[in-house]
Protein backbone atom coordinates (compact mmCIF):
# COMPACT_ATOMS: atom_id res chain seq x y z
CA UNK A 1 0.00 0.00 0.00
CA UNK A 2 1.36 3.20 -0.85
CA UNK A 3 1.19 5.71 1.32
CA UNK A 4 2.03 9.56 1.26
CA UNK A 5 4.76 10.77 3.84
CA UNK A 6 4.41 14.01 5.35
CA UNK A 7 7.24 15.92 6.04
CA UNK A 8 8.10 19.12 7.54
CA UNK A 9 10.81 22.12 7.52
CA UNK A 10 11.90 22.91 11.03
CA UNK A 11 12.76 26.87 11.73
CA UNK A 12 14.63 28.73 14.25
CA UNK A 13 13.56 32.01 15.12
CA UNK A 14 16.25 34.27 14.98
CA UNK A 15 16.09 38.35 15.19
CA UNK A 16 12.22 38.07 13.85
CA UNK A 17 13.85 35.82 11.03
CA UNK A 18 12.77 32.34 10.37
CA UNK A 19 15.92 30.63 9.33
CA UNK A 20 15.64 26.91 7.86
CA UNK A 21 17.52 24.54 10.17
CA UNK A 22 16.41 20.75 8.85
CA UNK A 23 14.59 19.81 6.10
CA UNK A 24 12.39 16.96 5.50
CA UNK A 25 12.20 16.16 9.30
CA UNK A 26 10.26 13.44 10.32
CA UNK A 27 10.47 13.05 14.35
CA UNK A 28 10.46 15.63 16.95
CA UNK A 29 11.19 14.81 20.75
CA UNK A 30 12.01 17.78 23.14
CA UNK A 31 14.06 16.40 26.22
CA UNK A 32 14.41 19.38 28.70
CA UNK A 33 15.25 22.46 26.98
CA UNK A 34 16.42 21.01 24.09
CA UNK A 35 14.54 20.36 20.87
CA UNK A 36 15.57 16.99 18.74
CA UNK A 37 14.85 17.12 14.94
CA UNK A 38 15.31 13.79 12.81
CA UNK A 39 14.92 14.11 9.26
CA UNK A 40 14.12 11.20 6.54
CA UNK A 41 17.78 10.79 5.72
CA UNK A 42 18.49 10.00 9.24
CA UNK A 43 20.47 13.60 9.51
CA UNK A 44 19.75 15.15 13.32
CA UNK A 45 20.00 18.24 14.90
CA UNK A 46 19.37 19.00 18.48
CA UNK A 47 18.96 22.49 18.98
CA UNK A 48 18.93 24.40 22.99
CA UNK A 49 15.51 25.40 22.08
CA UNK A 50 11.22 25.56 22.44
CA UNK A 51 8.76 24.54 20.03
CA UNK A 52 6.89 27.93 19.33
CA UNK A 53 4.49 26.50 16.71
CA UNK A 54 3.96 23.76 14.35
CA UNK A 55 1.50 23.72 11.22
CA UNK A 56 0.88 20.62 9.72
CA UNK A 57 -0.80 22.20 6.62
CA UNK A 58 2.13 24.60 5.94
CA UNK A 59 4.93 21.51 6.71
CA UNK A 60 6.18 23.90 9.78
CA UNK A 61 7.94 23.69 12.20
CA UNK A 62 9.11 26.73 14.72
CA UNK A 63 11.53 26.74 16.91
CA UNK A 64 12.46 29.81 19.35
CA UNK A 65 16.09 30.19 21.49
CA UNK A 66 15.41 29.10 24.90
CA UNK B 1 -4.17 22.50 -8.03
CA UNK B 2 -4.97 19.68 -5.65
CA UNK B 3 -2.85 19.52 -2.56
CA UNK B 4 -2.80 16.33 0.24
CA UNK B 5 -3.92 17.42 3.43
CA UNK B 6 -0.92 16.85 6.35
CA UNK B 7 -2.68 16.61 9.55
CA UNK B 8 -1.77 14.97 12.65
CA UNK B 9 -3.74 13.42 16.00
CA UNK B 10 -2.85 15.52 19.14
CA UNK B 11 -2.58 12.53 22.50
CA UNK B 12 -2.24 14.19 26.24
CA UNK B 13 0.18 11.49 28.20
CA UNK B 14 -2.13 10.49 31.50
CA UNK B 15 -0.39 7.59 34.09
CA UNK B 16 1.85 6.20 30.28
CA UNK B 17 -1.19 6.57 28.89
CA UNK B 18 -1.86 8.39 25.90
CA UNK B 19 -5.13 9.69 25.45
CA UNK B 20 -6.37 11.10 22.18
CA UNK B 21 -7.54 14.62 23.09
CA UNK B 22 -7.97 16.26 19.29
CA UNK B 23 -8.45 14.50 15.94
CA UNK B 24 -7.10 16.14 12.23
CA UNK B 25 -4.85 18.96 13.94
CA UNK B 26 -3.61 21.51 11.54
CA UNK B 27 -2.24 24.11 13.74
CA UNK B 28 -0.52 23.87 17.27
CA UNK B 29 0.82 27.03 18.63
CA UNK B 30 2.83 27.18 22.28
CA UNK B 31 2.45 30.33 24.38
CA UNK B 32 4.33 30.00 28.06
CA UNK B 33 2.87 26.50 29.64
CA UNK B 34 -0.35 26.33 27.36
CA UNK B 35 -0.64 24.59 24.13
CA UNK B 36 -3.24 25.53 22.02
CA UNK B 37 -4.78 22.98 19.22
CA UNK B 38 -6.72 23.89 16.29
CA UNK B 39 -8.44 21.32 14.02
CA UNK B 40 -9.53 21.50 10.26
CA UNK B 41 -12.93 21.80 11.18
CA UNK B 42 -11.87 24.99 13.22
CA UNK B 43 -12.27 23.42 17.04
CA UNK B 44 -10.02 24.10 19.23
CA UNK B 45 -7.89 23.24 22.52
CA UNK B 46 -6.25 25.05 24.63
CA UNK B 47 -4.23 22.76 27.49
CA UNK B 48 -1.60 23.12 30.30
CA UNK B 49 1.20 20.75 28.95
CA UNK B 50 4.08 21.10 26.56
CA UNK B 51 4.99 19.29 23.59
CA UNK B 52 6.84 15.77 23.85
CA UNK B 53 7.10 14.82 20.55
CA UNK B 54 5.91 15.10 17.39
CA UNK B 55 5.81 12.02 14.91
CA UNK B 56 5.52 13.64 11.11
CA UNK B 57 5.29 9.91 9.86
CA UNK B 58 2.92 8.53 12.55
CA UNK B 59 0.50 11.89 12.29
CA UNK B 60 1.09 11.90 16.10
CA UNK B 61 1.68 14.82 18.35
CA UNK B 62 2.11 13.86 22.39
CA UNK B 63 2.11 16.45 24.91
CA UNK B 64 2.12 15.58 28.68
CA UNK B 65 0.72 18.05 31.11
CA UNK B 66 2.97 20.74 33.57
Not at 8 to 35: C, P, T, W, Y
Amino acid sequence: MEKYMCEAHAFLLNNDKEEMILENVDQVDVEGDEVKLVNIFGEQKIIKARIKSFSVAKNRIVLEPV
